[in-house]
């Protein structure tokens, strides 16, 4: 497992912006990554993935709004959040898959076994 620790989360309006950022302790290089949230009373939803090779999943309700990004070189996930809505407040949590695991359900909670601790995401309207 590797530990992640998210940041950037914060509190905004409707129609802005924020950027999260998962810091790793390890190389993420053969990892598959993901964004995940959880809000009061719901489950754990997938919201974006990068794989290993490259390939990018995200949730319907995020897609033209969300981007995610990883830098191999910096250990280092990130979640550009634009035209954020109130449904977007959540606690978001940055995982990671098995070292040089297949990923076959990129949202899925079940593919990951590590986790950060979560940052806060709150929109206001």
């Known amino acids: 497992q590797v530990q992640l620790q998210e940041s950037g989360g914060g509190s905004v309006q409707a129609g802005g912006s924020l950027r999260l950022s998962c810091l790793a302790s390890?190389?993420?290089?053969?990892?598959?990554m993901a964004w995940f949230r959880q809000s009061l009373g719901k489950e754990r939803e997938g919201v974006a993935a990068v794989c290993t090779d490259g390939a990018r999943t995200y949730a319907d309700s995020v897609k033209g709004r969300f981007t995610c990004s990883k830098d191999n070189g910096a250990n280092s996930l990130y979640l550009d959040m634009n035209s954020l809505k109130p449904e977007d407040t959540a606690m978001y949590y940055c995982?990671?898959?098995?070292?040089?695991?297949?990923?076959?359900?990129?949202?899925?909670?079940?593919?990951?076994?590590?986790w950060g601790q979560g940052t806060q995401v709150t929109v206001s309207s």
């Open positions: 995982a990671a898959a098995e070292y040089m695991m297949i990923v076959r359900r990129p949202l899925a909670v079940e593919e990951y076994n590590s």
């Open positions: 390890g190389s993420i290089t053969m990892r598959s």
